[in-house]
């Protein structure tokens, strides 16, 4: 009889250590992991604006996200001035809507008149030049980044400031 208590507690001490090693592997694979989870993106967003729209139910939006991080991925555009907002890249001169957009590493993702772009539709109201618009740019890494996008004129043009 006293036979089995001995041989629980040697079976026990044996758990224990199994469960200790395993403990310490696991510490020391996070640890090693740990330099390249550093090198995550570091994102910027500039120049975001929408030309005012000629509709009350659709408008355009622009920006530039620069990372000078990793990597990440634009997975998704939401705005309280529209219910449906979508993404869209011109391919070969024809507007096709996309699900993400890639950030590069070290680069920049741009949004800009006659290429990427926003499409906000079913506005909820016709935004006016001086107006701010509040969007919300979703990101696989970095989660959600807050923008004010300015309403500019119909002919804003960045490049000119017209």
Do not use: W
């Not at 758990?15 to 200790?20: D, E, K």
């Not at 995550?40 to 991080?69: H, N, Q, R, W």
């Not at 993702?109 to 539709?121: K, Y």
């Amino acid at each position: 009889m006293r036979r089995r208590p001995h041989r629980s507690a040697g079976l026990l001490a044996t758990g224990t250590l199994v469960i200790a090693a395993a403990g310490t592997l696991t510490g020391c694979a996070s640890g090693s992991s740990s330099p390249s989870s550093s090198a995550g993106p570091e994102l910027k967003i500039t120049g975001a604006y929408m030309p005012a729209p000629s509709t009350d139910t659709m408008a355009a939006g622009f920006f530039t996200v620069t990372d000078s991080g990793g990597a990440d991925t634009l997975t998704s555009v939401t705005s309280d001035l529209s219910d449906e907002v979508t993404m869209h890249a011109t391919e070969d001169g024809a507007m096709r809507e996309k699900n993400s957009f890639a950030v590069p590493a070290e680069g920049t993702l741009d949004f800009a008149s006659g290429g990427n772009h926003l499409m906000f539709a079913k506005l909820s109201h016709k935004p006016q030049q001086g107006e701010k618009v509040s969007v919300e740019l979703h990101f696989a890494k970095s989660g959600t980044v807050r923008i004010s996008m300015p309403v500019k004129s119909a002919t804003y043009n960045p490049k000119t400031g017209h």
